[in-house]
């Protein structure tokens, strides 16, 4: 079945470093979206990109859509403390048949 | 405001009890989905829905049973044959059908069993 694969799994900043986390895939796909979650909360959508080379900003955050329709990338710029939380991505086709993939997540913590 | 509202926050719970877990949303979507998360886990589709009175089964469905006899509600029974229980339960919804929409998510059930 399809999987995608979230890597890091967990990350340990200084407050002001930039964070870089991806999401890699055997399968294309059509949508790619970047969630947050905070502890005892249900994900938050952060960003959607829908088209391949696509790259989407947020304010701090910024997300591309790999050319190839296999991976994707999410940037976080100057950390502050309220960016930990747990970041996912998340995979759709157009096929539909096919369910929503998530990626494992990535835990970002915060050192003061 | 639309959203998704998940009731009771959190939950205790017998073992050897059914316990039924209550989703409602007011976005208009077609499609309902139940996942579990699990300490340091991802998110495992339990059951969805992309229409009214039809639902599918997901990932890891056994012990879990689920009805959609409005568009507005997909509750979620955790049954005694449920072996692992204690977890957080998340619903979502998106448009469903070919729409490439992201879910949006509930805040989530905290269901405990003792």
């Known amino acids: 079945g399809q999987q995608l694969n979230q890597s890091p799994q967990s990350m340990f900043i200084q407050e002001g470093e930039d964070v870089s986390m991806n999401c890699t895939s055997s399968s294309i796909f059509n949508t790619w979206l970047w969630y947050k979650q905070e502890p005892g909360e249900g994900p938050v959508l952060l960003i959607a990109l829908y088209k391949a080379g696509e790259l989407t900003s947020n304010g701090r955050l910024t997300a591309q859509f790999g050319i190839t329709r296999k991976d994707s990338f999410l940037n976080i710029s100057a950390s502050i403390p309220s960016d930990v939380g747990i970041y996912f991505c998340?995979?759709?086709?157009?096929?539909?048949?096919?369910?929503?993939?998530f990626g494992k997540g990535t835990r970002l913590h915060i050192l003061p | 405001d639309g959203g998704i509202t998940q009731s009771p926050k959190y939950l205790f719970r017998k073992e050897g009890q059914n316990v039924t877990l209550s989703c409602e949303q007011n976005?208009?979507?077609?499609?309902m989905y139940w996942y579990r998360q699990d300490p340091g886990q991802g998110l495992r589709l339990i059951y969805y829905s992309q229409i009214v009175n039809d639902f599918q089964k997901g990932d890891i469905a056994e012990g879990y049973s689920v009805s959609r006899e409005k568009k507005e509600s997909f509750p979620l029974t955790v049954t005694s044959a449920q072996k692992n229980p204690t977890a957080f339960y998340l619903c979502a919804s998106n448009r469903g059908g070919n729409y490439n929409s992201p879910l949006h998510f509930g805040n989530g059930t905290r269901l405990t069993v003792t």
């Open positions: 998340a995979g759709l086709s157009l096929n539909r048949d096919d369910k929503i993939i």
């Open positions: 976005l208009n979507h077609d499609a």
